[in-house]
């Protein structure tokens, strides 16, 4: 148990002070209505007791929500895959096959790089819809209406 004195000299004279457990201020407190305060750091850092307690907060996430976090992620994946791998074809057929269909105008244009860039754009707009972005707004609207 905490019980000390300390000596504080006010106007020439020494007085005791005690130290108690009663006095003692934790970290996040607030001290209000006083004129002046008498402080001594007693322990600190990252060892003490009450730093050691302190945790983040844990995210609230149902099941559900994590199941469908990690099912779309998994999608977003396997689409960035899909989409380099038919940029990559794409690219590689138009600089082999490219000008024998004039008519499509692929012989001309841009470098191998900003071809293939080009064409991973493409891709990911022709195959966007395999992440359904409604799949959330359907789901908070089904909670809603459960609730």
Not at 79 to 99: M, N, P, R, T, Y
Not at 104 to 130: E, K, N, P
Request: hydrophobic share 45%; net charge positive.
């Amino acid at each position: 148990m905490l019980s000390r004195n300390i000596e504080v000299l006010e106007s020439g004279s020494r007085q005791p002070e005690s130290v108690k457990i009663n006095n003692l201020l934790l970290r996040g407190c607030y001290l209000r209505n006083t004129e002046f305060v008498l402080g001594i750091v007693v322990y600190m850092g990252k060892e003490t007791k009450i730093m050691k307690n302190a945790k983040k907060a844990p995210r609230k996430v149902s099941n559900l929500m994590r199941m469908m976090n990690y099912m779309l992620y998994t999608v977003f994946a396997f689409q960035v895959l899909i989409i380099s791998l038919f940029a990559s074809l794409s690219v590689a057929w138009i600089s082999e096959k490219g000008e024998n269909y004039s008519y499509l105008d692929m012989s001309s244009g841009s470098a191998g790089g900003a071809r293939w860039f080009i064409q991973l754009l493409t891709y990911w707009v022709a195959y966007s819809h395999l992440i359904p972005i409604s799949l959330y707004v359907v789901l908070e609207i089904v909670k809603l209406a459960q609730s």
